[in-house]
Every structure is written in structure tokens, then in C-alpha cells.
């Protein structure tokens, strides 16, 4: 067999075999990624079982794609640099895919949790009173209630609410 095919062996069975081990890799740690994202474990298992099946065509589309090489390979050594060149891409395709899944599924993730987080309180409209002070020698009277907006309870209209 002549070099050139040697080389398309190897590098379909390197690629092949790297994406499957990474599709399986990431399909199983990623589940608790997906679970904690979606907070429903059906609904994650079904994302989970999409994302690998777009990864495989994706992956292995790419590498198909890159499998062709048109000048003649007429030695070992160029057969082995031929070979870590396209392998590196399919590497870095594995790398790019699994960052961009990552990333949108993080935003997603951060969406979802802004969505669940409770709003901060209402501004107060009134204060509390104090409490009333314990009649005794220098306490003659207790202090009247004050009322939301400012005026003294029982001593007069309150002014209208702005």
C-alpha cells in the first residue's frame, strides 16, 4: 500500500477514536453540567443526548472534510507531518465545539438564575415609631406616634402622600 493511504488509515482511526472518547467523556460529565442548568433531569438527559449527536456530525463531518490531501506524501516523515497537522485541527475543532457549548449553556445558565432570583425590597414609605417611654419621675408624658410621613398622630391633618 502506498504511504498516502497509510496515512488516511491512521488518520481516520486517531480522529475517530478521539471523538468518540471525548463525545463519551463529555456526554457523561456533562450531564451533571446539564441537569444543574435545566433543573429537570429528563429534560437535561434529551439536551445532553442532541448535543452528542451534533457533536459526532459536526466532529466527524469536519474530519471527513480534512481527510483530503492533494499533493503526493512521498515519505514517511511527510506521511507524520501531514498526519499531526490534521489531527492538531481535529483537535482544535474538539476544543472550539466543547468551548462554544459550554459558553452559550453558561449563559443560558445565568439567564435562568437572574429569572429565579428574588427582587431587592421596597423603599420603606413610613418609620416606626419609638417605643413608648415607661412613665416615671422624669417621663411626664409619652411621646406621641410618628406617622408616615412625618406628622405627629393626633395632632392635626396629616399632610397629603406625594
Do not use: C
Amino acid at each position: 500500500m502506498d504511504v498516502k493511504v497509510w496515512m488516511y488509515l491512521v488518520y481516520l482511526a486517531v480522529s475517530i477514536g478521539l471523538t468518540v472518547w471525548v463525545a463519551r467523556s463529555l456526554s457523561r460529565n456533562g450531564l451533571v453540567f446539564l441537569e444543574e442548568v435545566f433543573a429537570d433531569e429528563r429534560l437535561a438527559r434529551a439536551v445532553n443526548s442532541l448535543l452528542v449527536v451534533g457533536f459526532y456530525l459536526l466532529n466527524l463531518g469536519y474530519v471527513t472534510v480534512a481527510m483530503r490531501h492533494r499533493d503526493p506524501v512521498t515519505g514517511t516523515s511527510q506521511a507524520m507531518e501531514e498526519l499531526s497537522l490534521k489531527v492538531g485541527l481535529v483537535l482544535l475543532v474538539l476544543g472550539a465545539l466543547h468551548f462554544f457549548n459550554v459558553f452559550a449553556l453558561g449563559r443560558y445558565r445565568r439567564g435562568r438564575l437572574r429569572q429565579l432570583a428574588t427582587h431587592p425590597p421596597v423603599a420603606p414609605v413610613a418609620r416606626l415609631a419609638p417605643p413608648p417611654a415607661q412613665p416615671g419621675p422624669h417621663a411626664p408624658h409619652a411621646p406621641h406616634p410618628v406617622a408616615p410621613h412625618g406628622g405627629a398622630t393626633g395632632a392635626g391633618p396629616v399632610p397629603p402622600a406625594r
